[in-house]
């Protein structure tokens, strides 16, 4: 039997969004393609075109292999290896949500191949084995602004879409470069700070929704570094304001800046990277659109395939719910 391949796309994603730590996230405009094909010795080969690969494994330790793994599992069949071709735009381990996308890749392209009839709830819960950000991952599936915060029965999230004005450009300091960087504790998410947070959320969700009503978004107060490395000028950064720009933050766990923006926002990448500058380290700008457009939407339509044996069971086409569009 030929191998039959498939082609999943997902958009990355920033959390922490103008200052809503935790709590919120965007997908962007870059993209992470990943192709699998089913082979039946048991092994794995990785192959990946894109910037930082010496970070991504090349073994099935890959967040891709792992989840395309789970997700079988979960379906009680056994995993006969594959072949994977990796195409990324998102920059990998610099607040990006790189994890996030390869983590959705992995489970869509198993849904893909072997029509496993995936619900939306299991594809998360599978999901958050690998990722706990739960608001990277549903802005990456849904696409758009997501917000999400406790309510009496548990979480609840909204998605709100970004009118095509806006733009994030970010300024990723080269920490590498960093002479004595070291990690920081993750910081407590207790008490009414957490409150805050999902506040700013809903006043983010709220701005998107009505922003051609004329509705404001107030400037959002500096918060301390989450990222996981120290980076020098890194508090300084995070209090830069200058006019037209709605917010300076660290994107998700860093320790990429975002600068959230409408109209010109040079005036404030110059000054963010000035400033790393001024403490010797080195930065890169780069500049997203944010898409409405999720994963959900991308991968919605299954391919029409033949499914490989797998684990000694012949596997023909199974009638199945499968995640919802």
Not at 52 to 72: H, I, T, W
Not at 234 to 255: A, D, H, Q, R, Y
Request: hydrophobic share 45%; aromatic share 6%.
């Amino acid at each position: 039997m030929a191998n039959h391949s498939v082609l999943v796309q997902i958009p990355a994603t920033v959390g922490n969004l103008g200052g809503a730590r935790d709590c919120s996230a965007m997908a962007l405009d870059a993209f992470l393609n990943v192709k699998v094909t089913p082979r039946f010795d048991g092994q794995v080969g990785i192959r990946y075109f894109g910037d930082n690969g010496e970070r991504v494994p090349r073994d099935r330790s890959n967040l891709v292999v792992q989840a395309l793994e789970a997700a079988l599992h979960a379906k009680g069949l056994v995993f006969t290896g594959a072949d994977f071709e990796i195409y990324s735009s998102v920059p990998v381990a610099v607040g990006l949500g790189s994890s996030t996308a390869a983590v959705l890749a992995g489970l869509i392209a198993a849904e893909h191949l072997f029509r496993l009839g995936l619900s939306e709830k299991t594809l998360f819960d599978l999901a958050a084995s690998y990722e706990d950000r739960q608001d990277n991952l549903r802005a990456a599936w849904w696409g758009g602004f997501v917000s999400g915060g406790e309510e009496a029965f548990g979480l609840a999230y909204r998605r709100t879409a970004i009118p095509e004005n806006f733009r994030l450009h970010v300024v990723i300091p080269d920490v590498s470069l960093v002479a004595g960087s070291r990690r920081l504790r993750p910081s407590a998410q207790a008490g009414n700070g957490s409150i805050s947070y999902q506040s700013r959320a809903t006043s983010i969700a709220d701005f998107f929704a009505h922003t051609a009503a004329g509705l404001e978004l107030s400037a959002s107060e500096s918060t301390p570094p989450t990222c996981e490395k120290m980076v020098p000028g890194l508090e300084e950064v995070l209090n830069i304001s200058i006019p037209g720009v709605l917010s300076v933050f660290i994107c998700g766990s860093g320790p990429a800046i975002g600068i959230l923006a409408r109209a010109n926002a040079e005036p404030a990448v110059a000054a963010v990277r000035e400033c790393f500058s001024r403490h010797r380290v080195g930065s890169l700008g780069m500049a997203f659109r944010p898409t409405n457009s999720g994963a959900r939407d991308r991968n919605a339509v299954l391919p029409d395939i033949t499914l490989p044996a797998l684990g000694g069971r012949s596997r023909s086409v199974i009638e199945s719910t499968p995640i919802p569009v």
